[in-house]
């Protein structure tokens, strides 16, 4: 387990903010190795000791925060708008949609791809569940957003967009170093550097194939999730899933060794390992979705040269993810053997240890992700050896140990806007500067930076369901921006966590859940600058404090009646309401305006 940017981050916010290096809570040392000696026992909950369907209804939510473009009628978050103004490539590519990386408005191609693969199997694996507490086609249509931007990358039979933004030109941060909100980066960014300027084409002289084989495994697990309901759909993302997986076993090589200089500070934050594992995993899902057997023989051959990558799931690392999903479609006895190599790392007198409540501690950032990643593979397995079988009662108790964790057993919540002690003050800038409430509009983007990392102000705006990157070895933690080791949120972070969500939901029984829905959940909505809201019918469940509609309606609609429960609200905080800031409509405009002018 690696920490993903942590150096390169901590020491520009050190040069431009001041900011305290990272230091343990109560004075440990800086970005300390794993100090966690133990595996923690755990009794197995007889019944589910948290509300897995509310969780997973926020969890989804969450990716309604970090959606990028026109964000049309399914807009729930009053403080999220239209944004990615300047977004086209030089081939006329529409790059606006799509998922944002953090806090920042960044698509790195490897991880936003894997996010997508990630909420794909999701859907592949828990769709009961899923339905029967009717976030199925919620669900299905976050992993479209996802997906119609990676097709959108795809600008001819030569070039695959692997990269789109702004990290960093020199020593001088673009992305990191904007704290205002993605619907006015084009107004407001350091040195009025737009997004395109950051392209970086995959191709035969520069190739990925970490990223190709990643987006091809996207396009196959989500040609499965929409084989029944859009074939038309999912056969185009099978032939998209084909073409860039032969693209990846073509042209070799990885984006480590890119002479691009767009490429040079992914090289850093996002560094990948070997391409061997996404060729496997790309295959694997083709073989899925397809059922020809050339793509199994295909991932087999890939899979030996990354054999010995098998202690980690992650944006980087895929082959317990191979074994996992070859096994569940198989029953093969060699990819058990590989998962449960893998899940041996965790049990007793394995390498990888506890911290004294119980987490899975691997590594000081975003511990939690990964716990949850391992945790969802244990349950993949679980399910399809049988929840009953004695075998899968390790791998359960582990992964509700880890689940559980998160959302409450070490004293608090992890998850934003969830549980008793849950995060306040996110890593995470538009839920701080949203586009309706922004006090520092037009300022220094230093003096910005400065009040965002080390102000003690609360987040203006509820990140539902965002996970956490997690503790210190010793289970502490500073609810505190500046803390970013401890506070930040990504896209890849909720990923496998949300499906771990659906997983407990399948364990426990999908008719001891009842449907969450936004019903009194503060989405912005009252606050005075937040225009437009959304108008769901009077048949929809999902938005709404309804009771009489029809269980498992399209969530996605936008009906033409009205509901006078929908939710709406602003946090109560008279410093936030007595601000006067532009309204949705001013900002929107003058981002367009700005657009124009540059274009």
Not at 9 to 15: E, F, G, I, K, T
Not at 221 to 238: E, G, M, T
Not at 363 to 368: M, Q
Request: with cysteine; net charge negative.
């Amino acid at each position: 387990m690696k920490a993903r940017y942590v150096s390169a981050v901590s020491s520009l916010l050190v040069q431009l903010f001041a900011v305290t290096p990272m230091s343990g809570v109560n004075g440990q040392e800086k970005d300390p190795p794993n100090h966690a000696a133990s595996t923690v026992p755990y009794d197995l909950p007889a019944t589910a000791k948290y509300d897995y369907a509310e969780v997973l209804h926020k969890s989804l939510l969450f990716y309604h925060a970090q959606r990028s473009g026109k964000l049309g009628p399914n807009r729930r978050l009053a403080w999220r708008g239209d944004s990615c103004f300047i977004c086209s490539g030089p081939n006329g590519e529409d790059l606006s949609g799509g998922y944002y990386e953090a806090a920042n408005t960044m698509k790195w191609g490897l991880p936003l791809a894997f996010t997508v693969t990630q909420l794909a199997w999701n859907v592949y694996a828990w769709s009961d569940a899923m339905s029967a507490v009717n976030e199925l086609e919620e669900a299905k249509e976050g992993v479209k957003w996802g997906v119609d931007y990676l097709v959108n990358c795809i600008s001819s039979p030569e070039n695959f967009v692997g990269q789109f933004g702004v990290s960093a030109v020199g020593s001088t941060d673009i992305d990191f170093g904007y704290f205002g909100p993605p619907e006015e980066y084009e107004m407001w960014v350091p040195k009025g550097i737009m997004h395109p300027a950051g392209l970086s084409y995959i191709n035969s002289t520069n190739p990925s194939s970490e990223i190709l084989g990643e987006t091809a495994a996207t396009l196959a697990a989500a040609s499965i999730i929409f084989k029944d309901s859009d074939p038309d759909y999912s056969a185009k993302l099978v032939d998209h899933a084909k073409d860039l997986y032969n693209r990846a076993t073509t042209h070799l090589g990885s984006y480590q060794q890119s002479t691009d200089p767009n490429m040079k500070t992914v090289k850093e934050w996002y560094p990948s390992s070997i391409y061997y594992d996404e060729l496997a995993w790309g295959a694997a899902w083709l073989y899925v979705a397809t059922k020809d057997d050339s793509y199994k023989q295909l991932s087999d051959s890939w899979g030996k040269n990354a054999s010995d990558h098998n202690d980690e799931y992650s944006w980087d690392e895929k082959m317990p993810g191979v074994y996992a999903l070859m096994y569940s479609e198989t029953k093969d006895e060699t990819y058990k053997v590989g998962v449960e190599k893998f899940m041996a790392n965790f049990f007793p007198g394995g390498s990888v240890k506890q911290t004294a409540k119980g987490l899975i501690y691997g590594d000081s950032w975003g511990s939690l992700s990964y716990a949850s990643n391992i945790g969802f593979i244990m349950m993949v397995y679980a399910k399809t050896l049988g929840y009953q079988e004695a075998n899968s009662t390790q791998a359960i108790t582990m992964a509700a140990q880890q689940i559980n964790y998160a959302l409450g057993d070490c004293g608090r919540s992890w998850v934003v806007g969830f549980g008793e002690g849950s995060p306040i003050r996110p890593y995470h800038k538009s839920s701080y500067n949203s586009f309706i409430d922004y006090p520092l509009r037009g300022q220094d983007n230093g003096k910005q930076g400065d009040d965002f990392l080390n102000s003690n102000t609360t987040n203006r705006f509820i990140l539902y369901g965002a996970l956490e990157g997690g503790p210190a070895w010793d289970d502490t933690f500073a609810d505190n921006r500046a803390r970013y080791e401890f506070t930040e949120v990504t896209q890849d972070y909720n990923a496998a966590f949300t499906g771990l969500n659906a997983a407990f939901i399948d364990y426990y029984g999908k008719n001891n859940f009842k449907a969450f829905t936004d019903c009194g959940l503060d989405l912005g909505w009252s606050h005075p600058n937040a225009t437009n809201p959304p108008n769901w019918g009077d048949n929809d469940c999902y938005h709404t404090c309804n009771t009489n509609c029809v269980a498992n309606s399209n969530n996605g609609s936008n009906n033409n009646g009205s509901n006078s429960n929908s939710s709406s609200g602003s946090k109560s905080n008279d410093a936030v309401m007595g601000r006067k800031v532009v309204s949705w409509g001013v900002g929107a405009l003058l981002a367009g305006a700005v657009a124009a002018l540059l274009a």
